[in-house]
């Protein structure tokens, strides 16, 4: 799923085998490394992503998938405690992606699947962070 270098303690190089779906890929490495705080960056490829965004008039989010081939040209995210089960990750990750038109979209990232290569740098904190819910924003925000 994943081949990765840990270039200095609690840094590492990572990247995803092709194919393979991004979100799912990152969980399990942070689990494997036991990672439940830290930030995450990269470039890549996919050839469908889905992305999230929140309407705060309802609190709901829509999700639309693009099932097209795209660049990553930005992937920028946090890693942290789930509010459900606090032993496990949990992914904040927002991705910008160029379409073939030179035309940029992006979002929260729900999934997207890599067609070609996805390379990513991840930093651990050794520390606590968690998420709590708000309910005045309907999100899960830290729990410092």
Do not use: W
């Amino acid at each position: 799923m994943y081949q990765y270098k840990e270039v200095a303690p609690g840094r590492f190089v990572l990247s995803l085998d092709n194919h393979v779906e991004i979100m799912e890929a990152v969980s399990a490495f942070c689990v494997e490394k036991g990672i439940l705080a830290g930030v995450i960056s990269g470039i890549g490829a996919v050839c469908e992503a889905t992305f999230r965004f929140l309407d705060p008039a309802t609190r709901q989010y829509v999700d639309k998938t693009f099932s097209e081939q795209m660049e990553i040209t930005g992937l920028e995210g946090n890693i942290s405690r789930r509010p459900d089960d606090p032993g496990s990750p949990y992914l904040h990750i927002h991705v910008t992606a160029g379409r073939r038109d030179y035309s940029c979209i992006g979002g929260h990232l729900l999934c997207a699947r890599i067609n070609g290569a996805c390379e990513l740098f991840v930093e651990a904190f050794d520390a606590e962070v968690g998420r709590r819910f708000d309910p005045e924003t309907g999100l899960n925000l830290y729990k410092l």
